[in-house]
């Protein structure tokens, strides 16, 4: 949620009445910025393209938290949004949660292995943007950055079962 306050989450347990005292702040990415190791934040929220609360990109429907990181210098953090900053996140009951989620969770489960038990970033981003797309009649079209070249920000190895 977008506030006067800055972007807060609004967890499950959240006061949108009292949102800076009950919701996550966007300010956990200053503690974020001093961690060495890479960052992966997922947010599954409407208008997640607007996370940053930066006004640069508040009123952008195609904003993007990943450029107001690379401009902040925060390298080691990417942000898988799960709307653009004018788009709600879309959730149906057949599956359990929303698009976004859905997408995630298979891509995660081997749907974006790029070989047995191990998923590029790249893979993934692919993988759940065009998923998104699909579950959603291109309702919904998650902010995720575009990795091109040689370069992995990192891979993930999946859990066996």
Known sequence: MNTRLGY?????????????????????????????????????????????????????AQADPNQFLRDANLHNVVVFASSSGADFSIEAPE??????????????????????GVVKLSYLQDYVRETVRELTDNAQTPTIPKFSGNGEFFELVLAKK
């Open 95 to 116: 599956w359990g949660h929303g698009a976004f989620s859905k997408a995630l969770i298979d891509g995660l489960g081997g749907e974006a292995a790029y070989k047995k």
């Open 8 to 60: 807060h989450f609004v967890t499950y347990d959240a006061n949108v009445d009292q949102l800076a005292a009950t919701g996550a702040s966007w300010q956990i990415f200053n503690a974020i910025n001093d961690m060495k190791a890479h960052v992966l934040l997922l947010a599954d929220t409407c208008h997640a393209g607007n996370i940053t609360g930066n006004t640069k990109w508040q009123t952008q």
